[in-house]
T-cell receptor
Framework: DADVTQTPRNRITKTGKRIMLECSQTKGHDRMYWYRQDPGLGLRLIYYSFDVKDINKGEISDGYSVSRQAQAKFSLSLESAIPNQTALYFC?????????FGSGTRLTVV | AQSVTQLGSHVSVSEGALVLLRCNYSSSVPPYLFWYVQYPNQGLQLLLKYTSAATLVKGINGFEAEFKKSETSFHLTKPSAHMSDAAEYFCAVSIKAAGNKLTFGGGTRVLVKP
């Protein structure tokens, strides 16, 4: 089993719909992150959590929300999806040695 | 705030030739530096990291990078490219004061020609 599992792998949704992306990890790490990847922009941080009670905005949090249901689970929600949220989304966990990424969720908003 | 610039969004090398990917960073305090690789349809995989020990860092798959504080650089090299090195490479920086959150460069896509 993968250390960091993201579901779904691919999703197409309509503008205005609410959608949730889920992430679970078996690394036992306290720190979890959500990034989005866009061509030429690298990865940009949306939200991060250092433990279950600690949630922080990243550089591009507008239009997104998160929930840390347990140490192992960190979900990302788009309350009302818009086309410019079409991107590849990655969840990651870390200790001080660097990030471990999931395989990503490719989201298309039409 | 820290930042990363990767010079060249695309690099083309011949199989067996040197691979050189450039990364410059900006940080007001000593940084941690990372290189990640992303193969098609996959997540990012850690290649190597610098965390204030030896300035020449060796990673997986024959890659290495050298931290040069005077040049604020952390360039990635591999002496001899292999077809399997075709991927996108990301440089990233973090600092302890920012909770070790990573800031990524825009990525460099490597094409390996036979």
């Amino acid at each position: 089993d993968a250390d960091v599992t993201q579901t779904p792998r691919n999703r197409i949704t309509k503008t205005g719909k609410r959608i949730m992306l889920e992430c679970s990890q078996t690394k036992g790490h306290d720190r979890m992150y959500w990034y989005r990847q866009d061509p030429g922009l690298g990865l940009r941080l949306i939200y991060y959590s250092f433990d279950v009670k600690d949630i922080n905005k990243g550089e591009i949090s507008d239009g997104y929300s998160v929930s840390r249901q347990a140490q192992a689970k960190f979900s990302l929600s788009l309350e009302s999806a818009i086309p410019n949220q079409t991107a590849l989304y990655f969840c990651a966990t870390s200790d001080l040695g660097g990030l471990t990424f999931g395989s990503g969720t490719r989201l298309t908003v039409v | 705030a820290q930042s990363v610039t990767q010079l060249g969004s695309h690099v083309s090398v011949s199989e067996g030739a040197l691979v050189l990917l450039r990364c410059n960073y900006s940080s007001s305090v000593p940084p941690y530096l990372f290189w990640y690789v992303q193969y098609p349809n996959q997540g990012l995989q850690l290649l190597l990291k610098y965390t204030s020990a030896a300035t020449l860092v060796k990673g997986i798959n024959g890659f290495e990078a050298e931290f040069k504080k005077s040049e604020t650089s952390f360039h990635l090299t591999k002496p001899s490219a292999h077809m399997s090195d075709a991927a996108e490479y990301f440089c990233a920086v973090s600092i302890k004061a920012a909770g070790n959150k990573l800031t990524f460069g825009g990525g460099t896509r490597v094409l390996v020609k036979p």
